[in-house]
């Protein structure tokens, strides 16, 4: 099956630093993926829709200027944290859809990230 | 956004037992899936359904999406440890194919 996998798995960082977590559609081209935040115990809360050589799509109440999406290529998908807070700390998930605007959805590994 | 409400949060059952996971919008879905993730993991399909009314058996789970496709359920019968996870569903509008997840039900099967 289509394989999406996230770098970095766990990042630690300090108050005020940025934090980039790629996205990669490893076997297929992805013109969409979708970010996602989850914080612990709770669901996944879809953060973003990213579109190659677009500027992404951004969900209510996510602020685009803290949250730095790029799509540059049709296999890759980063999300940028900026200026990090310890309240930033969540498990972030990207997804890609395989096959055009009706193929199926696949999810990365997560990327865990800890502001201290 | 679209709230997809599942029922009941946390469930620990036995090893052996049935269960029945809920999950209810007031949105019509074109599609509906089911997830299971593990901790520190992503979320993996389980089923998607599409069709008012459909059921879905995969192994021993059974996935039926409502006649109105608002709602749906998942039941596992005879319940054993590896299906311990966190359950999501997750619904799409018609025309898009970015999902809303579910509130999550959290299983825990004791051996």
């Known amino acids: 099956g289509a394989v999406v996998s996230q770098h970095p798995s766990r990042v630690i960082c300090k108050s005020g630093t940025s934090v980039k977590i790629e996205c990669r559609s490893l076997?297929?081209?992805?013109?969409?993926m979708f970010w996602y935040r989850q914080f612990p115990k709770q669901s996944l809360m879809l953060m973003a829709t990213?579109?190659?050589?677009?500027?992404?799509?951004?969900e209510q109440g996510v602020e685009k200027d803290k949250f730095l999406i790029n799509h540059a290529s049709l296999t890759l998908s980063t999300l940028t944290v900026t200026s990090a807070h310890p309240e930033d700390s969540s498990f972030y998930i990207c997804?890609?859809?395989?096959?055009?605007?009706?193929?199926?959805?696949?999810f990365g590994e997560g990327s865990r990230l800890t502001v201290l | 956004t679209q709230l997809l409400e599942q029922s009941p949060q946390f469930l620990s059952i036995q090893e052996g037992e049935n269960l029945t996971v809920y999950c209810n919008s007031s949105?019509?879905?074109?599609?509906l899936q089911w997830y299971r993730q593990e901790p520190g993991e992503g979320p993996v399909l389980l089923v998607t359904?599409?069709?008012?009314?459909e059921v879905k058996k995969l192994k021993r789970l059974t996935f039926q999406f409502g006649d109105a496709r608002k709602d749906s359920s998942l039941h596992i019968t005879a319940a054993q440890p590896g299906d311990t996870g966190l359950y999501l569903c997750?619904?799409?509008?018609?025309?898009?194919?970015?999902?809303?997840f579910g509130t999550g039900t959290r299983l825990t099967v004791i051996p």
């Open positions: 997804s890609a859809v395989a096959g055009g605007s009706t193929g199926e959805l696949f």
């Open positions: 990213s579109n190659e050589g677009s500027k992404a799509t951004y």
């Open positions: 949105s019509v879905f074109s599609s």
């Open positions: 359904v599409v069709t008012g009314g």
């Open positions: 997750a619904g799409g509008g018609t025309g898009a194919n970015n999902l809303f």
């Open positions: 076997d297929f081209q992805a013109t969409t």
